[in-house]
């Protein structure tokens, strides 16, 4: 008996099967995504390599203006009141003004929101790596209990239902039918146009307004004093994106490990750019200090050893401590005096970037 019947199912599913390859044949041909829309050429900084573009999601005038109605979009959250720019706010370069951002069910995350620009030049996402693409990031702060808290499913729903976005999707990507996958894309795209950058971090675009701000730059760099650029590198976007253990912690938290599993990964996490400083306080992905100075006190004889600390910041302990750096009280301004002029106040009132409801 089962035995019939389970040969009645096999056949069955031959038989759907067959159907749906036969339709898929007779199918139209699907556009590619890459033939619709305006293309979209990036104006870069000098000295900036070129921007890495997936090969299915290119860059095109309509669909970045798409992705930028999205990120202002409260729809996307459970109850519409909270868009992406809620907490990532322009005037902020991106990041938020409360140390832990606030979802819409009035809960807290426990890290501080991440201030958005160049990311396509970023690996992983997050402050622990768990996105490896825009695309795919997006998907997590709307279905986040602690953020938007709304199915994406939902989500798609409510925007078919408006009068708006059909159209948009429709120009985007030759299809009025909107997908997750479409509207991450957009999203994606829109993120990606997001760039800043600071052309006294080149190594050949370099002036210096003042001496203050030289002397700044000479402590940053020397390696018996900063020693940063290891990691918030002397490049346009001031980092290179790693994930490192910078010793927050005796007992580290497990950061990126909790993504890979890899005990190597213990502690470690993503590297941020130290560009526009002034407006993206607190600091630490748990937004544990609120000064830049303590954040420079804390390199020089704040910071854990652990065995996973950095190499970079290992060299300045002995017998698991940190040693004092040779820097002075004056240094030590002047450092401060530095990071704070790194700072790219066209990220703040760029009109292709804000709110297009306004
Ligand atoms: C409730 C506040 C909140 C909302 C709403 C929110 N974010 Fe975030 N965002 C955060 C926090 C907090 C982090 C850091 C989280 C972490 O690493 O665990 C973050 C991180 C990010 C990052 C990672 C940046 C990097 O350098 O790796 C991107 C990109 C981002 N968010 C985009 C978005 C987009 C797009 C939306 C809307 C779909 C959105 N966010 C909605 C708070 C928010
Ligand atoms: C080994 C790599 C490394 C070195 C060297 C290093 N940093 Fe960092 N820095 C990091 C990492 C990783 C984080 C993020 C840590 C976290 O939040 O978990 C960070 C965070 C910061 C932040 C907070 C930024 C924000 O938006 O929250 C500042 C400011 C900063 N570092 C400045 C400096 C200065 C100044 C120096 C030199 C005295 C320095 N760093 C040396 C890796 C490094």
Known sequence: ??????????????????????????????????????????????????????????????????????????????????????????????????????????FEGTRTAMPIANLAYSGKLFWDGKANSLEELVLFPIQSEVEMHESVFRAVKKLTNTDKYPGMFYQAFCDSTITVENMSKAMAQFMRTIISSNPRMLPTGREFRNEIQERGYNVFVDEEKGDCQHCHTITTFSTNFEFKNNGLDEEPRPGLMGQTGNPNDLGKFKTPSILNLRYTAPYMHDGRFNTIREVIDFYDTGFHWSPTLSEDLKKHTKDGKPVPRRWTEEDKRDLEIFLLTLTDDSLLVNPAWSDPND
């Open 1 to 106: 008996m089962v035995y019939k019947r389970l040969l009645g199912l096999g056949l069955c599913l031959t038989l759907i099967t067959a159907v749906i390859l036969q339709s898929c044949k007779n199918d139209p041909i699907v556009v590619p995504a890459s033939s619709c829309g305006t293309p979209y050429e990036v104006v870069l900084p000098p000295f900036t390599p070129p921007m890495p573009i997936p090969e299915d999601n290119p860059l095109t005038v309509e669909g970045i203006e798409l992705g930028r109605h999205l990120f202002y979009e409260k729809m996307l959250s459970g109850n519409n009141t909270l868009a992406c720019a809620g907490c990532h706010l322009q005037q902020k370069a991106f990041a938020d003004v409360n140390t832990f951002s606030v979802g819409i069910d009035g």
